[in-house]
């Protein structure tokens, strides 16, 4: 009964099998090994881009940050939703990784912008000359952090704001291959097609044991990405490692696979917690991630139980009324099987 995050759960056996596979003999350190183009013929396939750059790290902050230092200048504004990724749970690497850009923090219902914030933000910034920060990138997290998704056409309108301004856009993909299957579109339908510039596309959370892929879909932006991930301490010497993963992630759809169980577990559990008495759900889950409100009591049955998954505010105590509501939060990984959720369901209920 493991809820508290993607990041819990175990590597797929092709991940696994894929790494074994790539230590074997010797092979040439820092991305010369035979796996690695390969991966990027395979990466750059799976996003109908013949020309991309792609550039693998072990992490997501590493991608995000990296991606968003090649696009914005240390004096300029990024755009992200106030619950971003990026401004909450990267301890400001963003600005490390950038020399200092600024993060410009835009409003929305659900976790999303919306053009008409992103438009107002943008107006607002740069207009002080020398003496304010300039306008930079715009970065979308789909999925979001409070378990929302966008649209195509909720990206499309965002990129045409940004497009409006002469900005780019980068879009945080941790959990892209669950909005992909929510979706039921392709990897290049919610990128380049909707007019997404660059992409952090994820396998870390979906079944990969550390690998993301940094990809632009303009080449232009190969050249210092690959520098700044030099610079950066992100350039693994045992980069077939990386490789290995990447290249299993991608083939025969297995990064759509993993996400589709995951979102399917993710949507029996939402069932089961809607008819429990007295349990509220935030919103119907779109991906794999659920926020929902419990009775105290439930929470206790089911964490002395042995389940894992987060409270909100984190330090609140399983102390107090035993039907007080506790805020909490659900995310289902690859390996969740229907027995764990009955297991949990069955623990609320007592």
Known sequence: MMFASDNM???APEIIDAIARA???HHMPYGNDPVTPEVVAAVRALFEAPEAAVHLVATGTAANALALATLAN????IFMHRVAHAEEDECGAPEFYTGGAKMVLVDGEKGKMTPEGLKAAIARTGDKGVHGVQRGPVTITNITEV??????????????VAKSYGLKTHLDGARMANACAALGCTPAEMTWKAGIDAVSFGGTKNGCLGVEAVIFFDPAQARETELRRK?????FSKHRFLSAQMRAYVKDGLWLRLAEQANARCAELA???TALP???IEAEPQGNMIFAHLPRRAHKRAMEAGAKYYLFPFD???DGPEDELIRCRFVCDWSCTPQSVQDLLGHFRG
């Open 9 to 11: 759960g175990p590597a």
């Open 23 to 25: 230590n074997e003999g």
């Open 74 to 77: 240390p004096w300029d504004g």
């Open 147 to 160: 378990g929302s998704l966008y649209t195509l056409d909720e990206i499309r309108a965002l990129t045409d």
């Open 231 to 235: 610079r950066g301490g992100h350039l």
């Open 271 to 273: 069932e089961g917690i």
């Open 278 to 280: 007295g349990a509220q």
């Open 316 to 318: 609140v105590s399983l």
